[in-house]
């Protein structure tokens, strides 16, 4: 079992940037998949970014690529999203999850078994 905290969410202008934060339990972050995604008001879950085990590899959504980060730091057993550039269209509750993996970073919602209570970015434009 894996329990998710994410924090970081907040009210900001259009241009800034944010950075969100998911602070994992247990003393096996190491062997997670991580993931950020996103859902809109009136909109579906939608993926964001991913990233590996040991952060060999990445991937981001292309409304996000550019502007978003993703980040890990296994010691603390966190996982980071920055955001630069934020545009009201990235309004949105965002969440973080985990897998479990050996050799894949997954990028859809159904493939992450555990997940975050979410935390709430609105830009203002």
């Known amino acids: 079992q894996v329990q998710l905290i994410e924090s970081g969410g907040g009210l900001v202008q259009a241009g800034d940037s944010l950075r969100l934060s998911c602070v994992a339990s247990?003393?096996?972050?190491?062997?997670?998949?991580m993931g950020w995604f996103r859902q809109a008001p009136g909109k579906e879950r939608e993926f964001v970014a991913a990233?590996?085990?040991?952060?060999?590899?990445?991937y981001y959504s292309d409304s996000v690529k550019g502007r978003f980060t993703i980040s890990r730091d296994n010691a603390k057993n966190t996982v980071y999203l920055q955001m630069n550039s934020l545009n009201a269209e990235d309004t949105a509750v965002y969440y973080c999850?985990?897998?479990?993996?050996?050799?894949?970073?997954?990028?859809?919602?159904?493939?992450?078994?555990?997940w975050g209570q979410g935390t709430q970015v609105t830009v203002s434009s």
């Open positions: 999850a985990a897998v479990a993996s050996t050799y894949t970073t997954p990028r859809t919602a159904r493939s992450y078994d555990y």
């Open positions: 247990g003393r096996t972050f190491s062997s997670y998949a």
């Open positions: 990233i590996s085990r040991y952060s060999v590899t990445t």
